[in-house]
């Protein structure tokens, strides 16, 4: 059975930092990409950044260069270092991880930007 655990969310002040990290286990074939999707209340869930297997990154404009994904290959590892946070990133922050056996989530993680 696969899982993704994420830790680091949690509550910062506005303009803080925190970084969320995310390790998968169980038997996954061939991992393509890893990445970070967010839900904020009443709002669909959507892509905040992703990684490939290559090392390519993509973000979502809204990240606008504050944001920074990375990954560990050997510990099947994605993090993601978010600073100069601001209460438009208040959300669940999930991890995501595509391979050839699947689409997997983790349970998410909250993150909660408030003075």
């Known amino acids: 059975q696969v899982q993704l655990v994420e830790s680091g969310g949690g509550l910062v002040q506005p303009g803080g930092s925190l970084r969320l990290s995310c390790a998968a286990s169980?038997?996954?074939?061939?991992?393509?990409?890893m990445g970070w999707f967010r839900q904020a209340p009443g709002k669909q869930r959507e892509l905040v950044a992703d990684?490939?297997?290559?090392?390519?990154?993509s973000y979502a404009q809204f990240v606008k260069g504050r944001f920074t994904i990375s990954r560990d290959h050997a510990k099947r590892a994605v993090y993601l270092q978010m600073n100069n946070l601001n209460p438009d990133h208040t959300a669940v922050y999930y991890c995501?991880?595509?391979?050839?056996?699947?689409?997997?989530w983790g349970q998410g993680t909250q993150v909660a930007v408030s003075s």
């Open positions: 995501n991880l595509v391979a050839w056996s699947g689409n997997y």
């Open positions: 169980g038997v996954i074939i061939n991992v393509e990409s």
């Open positions: 990684i490939t297997s290559g090392g390519r990154t």
